[in-house]
Each structure stands twice: as structure tokens, then as C-alpha cells.
């Protein structure tokens, strides 16, 4: 079956700092999404990933794709408190989906 | 549009005793998923639904039961709770396949004495 591997698992962040999360499949993608649950809330909706290599930016986070379509990127730029959360990847090889266990981000003031 | 709205917010239940989670979601989208999260966890799918009538196992089917039939709403049951069986209860619907948004509901938080 398809294996997801997110990392790292948690991660405490300096405000002002940058920072990168990493999710790895076992398999090639059709696609991966990314989200973003806040404390105590629900998994948001942040970007879709499709092409082998692909970049996507939303301000000061930046997505990428890898070439061989196994493994995707989320880099965060000068850290701020509202970035507080957990970002899960999620995967999609054909119809099946998963969800990464997610990088729990902690900012330090 | 509410979006997608799940029933109850919270409830405590005895190992033993049954209960129906509601999933509502009012943007016509054909496929409807329940998700388990445990704390500090990944979501875990349990089942899910390509179309009204329909249902599949996920990844932890076992325990729980779900029905379709209707298009707008998706029941997760319960039909003896465990104490193994205290979550956060996440439902989601998206248009098509793997290729759209999901849109989460805002969870059920269950815990089973």
C-alpha cells in the first residue's frame, strides 16, 4: 500500500526564522495537497500541487513538487505567530487518498 | 452556503452505548469522507462515499458503520462504543476525485468512558 512519511514531526520555530517540512511517498502521485489545521480547528484547504517539478508560492510559504512526483516541500519564510499549527500533506495516486502525519509547528516569540 | 456542518459538536458516551454522527454538506459534491484524528495525530480514514447510496472502507473501518442516502449527508455510526473509539470525528466532502479541495466540517469531539 501507499506509505507517507512527513517530516519533521514537530517543529519549534524562532519568530523570524525559516523553516521546511517534507512529506515522502512510497509510490508516484497524481497529485498532493496541502492543509493547514490551526489549534482546535479543522484541516484547511492550502494549495495543489499536479506537475512533476512544480513551485507554488502564497507569500511567505513556498510548495514544491518533486521531479519523480514522490516527494513535495513546504518552506515557510520569516516565521510568524499566525503560522502556528499543523500542515499535513495529502496524497493522491489515483483515486486513493492519504494523509501525512503532519509537522506540528510551534513559534517562539 | 454553511459548507459542511457536523452533528454533534461534542458527546460523551458508555462503553457499550450507540450513536449517529451527521455530516451535512450543502455545495452538491459527490464524494463524502469520515476521518478520525487522535491527539497529535494524522487523520485516519474510516469510510468513505463516492456517490448517494454508496459507501467503501477506509483505513479503519472496523467499529463503525455508515450509510448514504442522501446526496447532502453522510451518518457515521457507532453501534457499541469503546473507550479506543475517543476522538476528534472529521468529516469531508470534495467534488469529484483526488484532484479537488476537500472541505473539512468543523469536527465531533466523542469520548467514550
Known amino acids: 500500500g501507499q506509505q507517507v512519511m512527513q517530516i519533521p514531526q514537530y517543529q519549534h520555530v524562532q519568530e523570524g526564522e525559516d523553516f521546511t517540512t517534507y512529506c515522502n511517498s512510497s509510490t508516484t502521485l497524481s497529485n498532493i495537497q496541502w492543509y493547514k489545521q490551526r489549534p482546535g480547528g479543522h484541516p484547511v484547504f492550502l494549495i495543489q500541487l499536479v506537475k512533476s517539478g512544480e513551485v507554488k508560492k502564497q507569500k511567505r510559504l513556498t510548495f514544491q513538487f518533486g521531479e519523480a512526483k514522490k516527494n513535495s516541500s513546504l518552506h515557510i519564510t520569516a516565521t510568524q505567530t499566525t503560522d502556528v499549527g499543523t500542515y499535513f500533506c495529502?496524497?493522491?495516486?489515483?483515486?486513493?487518498?492519504?494523509f501525512g502525519g503532519g509537522t506540528r509547528v510551534l513559534v517562539k516569540p | 452556503n454553511a459548507g459542511v456542518t457536523q452533528t454533534p459538536k461534542f458527546r460523551v458516551l458508555k462503553t457499550g452505548q450507540s450513536m449517529t454522527l451527521l455530516c451535512a454538506q450543502d455545495?452538491?459534491?459527490?464524494?463524502m469522507y469520515w476521518y478520525r484524528q487522535d491527539p497529535g495525530m494524522g487523520l485516519r480514514l474510516i469510510h468513505y462515499s463516492v456517490g448517494e447510496g454508496t459507501t467503501a472502507k477506509g483505513e479503519v473501518p472496523d467499529g463503525y458503520n455508515v450509510s448514504r442516502l442522501k446526496k447532502q449527508n453522510f451518518l457515521l455510526g457507532l453501534e457499541s462504543a469503546a473507550p479506543s473509539q475517543t476522538s476528534v470525528y472529521f468529516c469531508a466532502s470534495c467534488s469529484t476525485s483526488g484532484t479537488d479541495t476537500q472541505y473539512f466540517g468543523p469536527g465531533t469531539r466523542l469520548t467514550v468512558l
Open positions: 495529502r496524497l493522491a495516486a489515483g483515486n486513493k487518498l492519504t
Open positions: 455545495m452538491n459534491h459527490e464524494y
